[in-house]
């Protein structure tokens, strides 16, 4: 007997060159770039991650995004969350997406997370030069979701006791988003599309219960950046060190902590009284984007992650019913910030047979005194 969690991963479309980054990065700018000229800043960093079995890939080729459905679904790994980029009407690194789309290929569920941040030079240190701005109106608003209605209608669709699953990742940057919501929904519904399930990405402990905003449910972002632990190398002693040379100075240049001690503060979130869908990653180090700024987990394993996977599902189990039993994966191809269920040369498939093992039946069954409603079958 299978165990009801939906495991759905985030997934970068960045892997393809397109003319906006040539023009702001140089000519075949992906994100492979970046992960590829990564460099280890101290002893024991694991710098650079370089893909395995899938290779170099170009997000252009079906065979690729075929390849990729199949190893997530034999892992355990319910469904890909496409990050979607919508400025004003202007859609950029849509090109797989709508592939995927348009040819009913791979055949692997789905949703839609809009990446509503401004896009700027944060990568080279440029967090004021404005790449492409987000420009909110509720003119916008209405031609924005009238434009993923072909989307929500695909039968692939993540859907939550039957509305479709929808994602904003910063609902903080939106000037009302109660009143967006209100237009969202009400478009659905002439569209015969029917309720909308809404959702907000939680990087930062808020509080903010997503019903206030007319949103269902937050999604717990791993890692919360105000969870990330205490950095390592920063008391007074260590600045020395660093100062006399003996420790090199990216620890005060870069926040660098364990990842036990990221998930010791995950987990000591506080339960709210909302919905939230809990959020694990296999590891982060996003020093292959930023010289400097940079948060670097270390000491991540497959076992680590395996087990605070499991632990995460369980609770999930015990606290949410149906449809509501999802739980995010932060993130299956996000090579330059460090966060990948994809294999690489180091680890291979053990972060993707990890995920496997956490959400099997034998490691959610557990004593009915120990985990409540934990051992529920499907649909319960």
Known sequence: MSIAIRTIAFYLPQFHPVPENDTWWGTGFTEWRNAAKAKPLFPGHYQPHLPADLGFYDLRVPEVRAAQAALAREHGIHGFCYYHYWFNGRRILERPFNEVLASGQPDFPFCLCWANENWTRAWNGGEKDVLLEQKYSHEDDLAHIQSLMPAFRDARYIRIDGKPLFVVYRTEMMPDPAR?????????????????YLARVESFDS?????TIGFDADIEFAPNWRRLGIPIHRS????????SGALPDVYLKQTVVTYEGMIEGMLSKPVPDHVRFRGVTPGFDNSARRAEGAAILIESSPEKYAAWLREIAIQTLKQRRGDERIVFVNAWNEWAEGNHLEPDLRHGLAFLQATANALSTDALTLPDAQTGSANAEEGA
């Open 236 to 243: 007074t002693l260590s600045r020395l060190l660093i100062k």
């Open 207 to 211: 509080g903010l219960d997503p019903k």
């Open 180 to 196: 967006t919501a209100e237009i969202w929904r009400t478009a659905a519904l002439h569209a015969g599309i029917g309720e909308l």
